[in-house]
């Protein structure tokens, strides 16, 4: 690539970077919080203006830029990005603009039978009406599924106990929707949403523990997610646990072993209920009201705490993050009694730092860290490799 697309690329997505931060800008503004001459961030303001990206905004009285200066503001529908959560028993879709706004979410039960490929394509398809938005200006779509994403190749699941045939199918929407459609794990994109939408707004590290159907984590380190070399990073409910009492074990060897994961997903959480006398039905439910007056509850509940404990303390040691956030059915069931009875097993492990909180999140948040990588994803597709007369179609 030569040296001029290549600038231009940086000086455009400089500039993209400060409307996005700022919303609406002079371009002796944009010069300036760009650290481009004024000259140079003249013209890649009006590249993008011709190509859709920025729009003019308004004509402010006074400002840096001189008496009756024009504002410039990033034009919100020059593309569109599309999360998808693909649940065991359902499906969340999420359309939002190229500066984030959020314009389009549905969620539906997952159907029996049928062409996956085009369920998925006409739920997208309706998402994308909903929002108003052409499928022409669709820049990426990312599929949150269960199962290891083996991030070296193109999002393909590499391992998968939960999801059947799809994976193939949805890689194929590529065709169909004209851009790219990745897949990335659920709980590494919950990570995401936790990160910027919900507990760990403001810090750089952060481990989400995913107590559900299954028992994941999603860590953020540095800021950034991390995956792996084949995508088996934070899957830590495949390895031995040290338990007492019943377990659905994973068969090794001809015997049954626990594993993090019989010892905390729903289903064993159900068999620990039945062993204390806790009928299946009435253990979440119960969880969420304290145990109130349900005989067996209050040791169920510790020994819950104790399993939540004994999972999380090896990351909080290894990677020693600014917080640990809980989420998932069988967590939020818990709720605060069962965070304060997490943090107290803890304590006698050792001196942890300590900073343990359950997820803030009131959305999908699957499919909205679905959405936030797609944006990451389309906003740097927008000007790599493109110069200011090559590369990219005008919007």
């Known amino acids: 690539m030569s040296a001029r697309p290549a600038a231009w690329s940086l000086n455009a997505r400089a500039v993209f970077d400060a409307l996005l931060a700022h919303g609406m800008l002079t371009r002796g503004e944009i010069a300036e919080s760009t650290g481009l001459s004024r000259v140079t961030a003249s013209g890649v303001v009006e590249q993008l203006i011709r190509r859709g990206i920025v729009e003019y905004a308004a004509t402010v009285p006074w400002s840096s830029g001189g008496p009756n200066a024009r504002t410039y ?49 006409r739920l997208i398809l309706e998402s994308l009406a909903a929002a108003a938005a052409p499928v022409e200006r669709l820049h990426r779509v990312v599929v949150g599924t269960p199962g290891v994403v083996d991030p070296s190749a193109q999002g393909y699941v590499s391992f998968t106990s939960d999801v059947r045939s799809w994976q193939a199918d949805i890689t194929s929407l590529g065709g169909a929707l004209g851009c790219p459609v990745i897949c990335e794990n659920d709980v590494k994109l919950a990570a995401l949403s936790e990160m910027h939408l919900g507990a760990g707004r403001g810090v750089r590290d952060l481990v989400l523990a995913w107590i559900d159907d299954g028992f994941a984590l999603g860590a953020i380190v540095g800021g950034r997610l991390l995956r ?7 899957e830590i409910g495949f390895m031995p646990a040290a338990v007492t009492g019943p377990v659905v074990g994973t068969r090794r060897g001809g015997t049954h072993v626990a594993t993090v994961q019989s010892a905390l997903n729903a289903h064993g959480i159900y068999a620990l209920g039945e062993h204390f006398g806790v009928a299946q039905a009435d253990v979440l439910a119960a969880m969420s009201a304290r145990f109130t007056g349900v005989a067996g509850a209050d040791t169920l509940f510790a020994e819950i705490a104790h ?33 304060d009875s ?43 490799g493109t110069s200011a007369d090559e590369g990219l179609d005008p919007l």
Do not use: K, N
Request: overall charge negative; some cysteine.
């Open 73 to 121: 503001a990033l034009r919100p529908t020059a593309a569109y990005v599309v999360g998808v959560a693909a649940h065991l028993d359902r499906i969340a879709v999420a359309t939002a603009t190229i500066t984030g706004d959020v314009l389009a979410e549905s969620t539906c039960a997952v159907e029996a039978g049928g062409d996956t490929a085009d369920r998925f394509h």
């Open 228 to 234: 792996g070399d084949h995508g088996w990073a934070g």
């Open 307 to 339: 399993r939540v404990a004994l999972a999380i303390a090896p990351p909080i040691l290894i990677l020693d993050p600014d917080v640990v956030v809980l989420t998932g059915s069988v967590a939020l069931a818990g709720g605060q009694p069962l965070l």
């Open 342 to 384: 997490v943090i107290a097993e803890l304590r006698e492990f050792g001196p942890l730092p300590l900073s343990i909180m359950l997820s803030e999140l009131d959305r999908e948040a699957v499919a909205q860290g679905a959405v936030l990588l797609a944006l990451a994803d389309a906003r740097d597709g927008l000007f790599d």
